[in-house]
């Protein structure tokens, strides 16, 4: 076995990351999930993660829950259990599966924050395009991001040949290295040439970059840096509601279905595998519904 060097997690967590990024395409975000959880397990439990029992994985999951994790979170961790466990086995590392018998926790269909549409405008008309190239470029994100519905990770991986402006359509590889191609529409595509032509450039500096919206050295833009963006846009517009890296993207798909679009669709835009996934938004839609109804029906 070879030495693990100092901060790296065990060489079976190692070994399993590099086998589920290898045969299932998972992006790297998940990936490093799947390691944090593990690595996790093995700095709280005085034994080794293929040396657990049932016992140790039900008492990390009541630790996590008492440190606030919630059943999502929780259903998380332990698919990530099952994952490594029947990767263990196939190996033929261990011969049992502690988590077998245990259930998931129950989970709620929770419904997401909105933002209405004016919250929307607000936002988008927070970054000040004069004022340097970064702004120019996170009011361009921002429309795209509305535009398209696209996850956080999805934008900050496009590049200058995953879009068609011709057509008005962006390619993106989305989870599962599933690739889908979006409309963007009129607007979103006249601020996307216009930046190309105008605020690109002073972002790449003389570098050599194919990332559609480089960051301001002309490198690839990591996720956290333009979700911490948002943040900062919103409270700048004054935006009070709950944010979350799904912000725009929750946002719209519940404004498509508010204004007629029809869910298989919405589901086709999003990259979604399943319509359940999706009919989440029509929770969201109904209840608007049932405000309008409410505020301008005579006997609502």
Known sequence: MEQQRIGEPPQEIRRYINSVWLEKGLSEATCEAYQRDLTQFEQWSDCGLLSS?????????????????????????????????RHAIERGDIDHDPCA??????????????LTEQDVEDLLHAPDINKNAVEYRDRVMLEVLYATGL?????????????????NVVRVMGKGSKERIVP???????WLERYIHEARSQLMNGHRCNALFPSNRGQRMCRQTFWHAIKRYAARAGVAKP?????????????????GADLRTVQLMLGHANLSTTQIYTHVATERLKELHAHHHPRG
């Open 53 to 85: 029992r049932e016992s140790n994985i039900l008492g990390f999951l009541a630790y996590k829950q008492e440190q606030g994790c919630s059943a999502r979170s929780s259903a998380r961790i332990l698919s990530t259990f099952r994952g490594f466990f």
């Open 101 to 114: 018998k245990i259930q998931n926790p129950k989970l709620g269909r929770p419904i997401p924050d909105v």
């Open 151 to 167: 996850r956080v990770s999805e934008i900050v991986a496009l590049t200058l040949l995953s879009v068609n402006l011709r057509q």
């Open 184 to 190: 963007l529409g009129e607007y979103a595509s006249s």
């Open 243 to 259: 944010l979350s890296p799904h912000t725009l993207r929750h946002a719209f798909a519940t404004h498509l279905l508010n204004h």
